[in-house]
């Protein structure tokens, strides 16, 4: 609930202007633009941070878009003297200090269907070539690599293994990873996940199976993948002490947040061979 008499009311009517609403960092407002053109005036910030943000939209902005390459905390919130209103277009929150903003009078929203089918997609892409190294023969290609014999296609294509049969283990069930689970399925994967929010039940409709500690799903999985929030418990998920938990050899897979991951563990692991290979998609500093 957000407290009554911190904000000024939105006033709109003949005597007033359309409210303006800011997308903050990006420019893509294809989706909002129709449906926000005759309710509100739009600002395209493109901003990294509140220091690149128009003054006019610290004034008077009542509703902010954002995605993630932008960070608010409650310096930057306070900035903000009419706002009302945040939506992260995307899941999660670890971008927004939801605590402050709460005490601001400023409601916080996600949007978390957005960009699932796209990040279920980009998954499983990088499952796959960790498997069959497509990038790896890719680049042999373009350095225009001479593969005349038996012999020569191993050493390139050393490290690709078969699919089918393998076990994926997916950490975090949600709408990504369960869009995640029906792709891997029809690759040939086994598909087991770990969720102690879910209740009981998903696992029949999707014909996946339920590890109910971290431990068990490290200790069967083949390939982990990544799939939850960030937050103040999960920073550093995969670090040295459950790194060692995986099967000798496994693969890692992140398309969530980079912050669940301690890279500094997994280029360890990743170097004495304890992880066979990694796909990050995203890095706890960001731009990489």
């Known amino acids: 609930r957000v407290p009554a008499g911190i904000r000024p009311q939105i006033m709109n009517g003949p005597m007033h202007p359309r409210p303006l609403v800011a997308l903050l960092d990006g420019r893509d407002c294809t989706v909002e633009m129709p449906i926000l053109k005759d309710l509100a005036t739009v600002a395209f910030c493109d901003a990294q941070s509140t220091q690149e943000i128009h003054e006019k939209v610290l004034n008077e902005a009542v509703g902010a878009m954002m995605y993630h390459t932008i960070t608010l905390t409650r310096e930057d919130l306070e900035k903000f003297k009419a706002l009302r209103v945040i939506v992260r277009i995307g899941s999660g929150y670890d971008n927004i200090d939801i605590k402050a903003a709460g005490e601001l009078g400023i409601a916080v929203c996600n949007i978390p269907s957005a960009a699932v089918e796209e990040t279920a997609d980009s998954t499983v892409c990088h499952v796959l070539n960790l498997y069959r190294r497509n990038t790896w023969l890719y680049q042999a290609l373009r350095e225009g690599t001479r593969v005349q014999s038996v012999e020569q296609i191993r050493e390139v294509a050393s490290g ?66 990544l799939h939850c929030n960030l937050n103040e418990h999960n920073h550093h998920l995969i670090n040295d002490f459950t790194i060692k938990q995986m099967r000798q050899g496994a693969f890692l897979v992140n398309t969530a947040r980079g912050g669940l991951v301690d890279e500094k563990a997994l280029t360890q692991a990743l170097k004495e061979g304890r992880i066979r290979g990694a796909a990050l998609d995203v890095h706890e500093s960001e731009p990489f």
């Open 160 to 225: 690709a293994a078969r699919i089918r049969g393998e076990t994926l283990g997916l950490i975090g069930f949600g709408r990504t990873a369960q869009a995640v689970a029906v792709r891997a399925k029809a690759f040939g994967f086994n598909v087991i996940f770990y969720d102690p929010y879910l209740q009981d039940g998903i696992e029949r409709s999707l014909g996946v199976q339920r590890v109910y500690t971290l431990q068990d799903l490290l200790y069967q999985s083949d390939c982990v993948s």
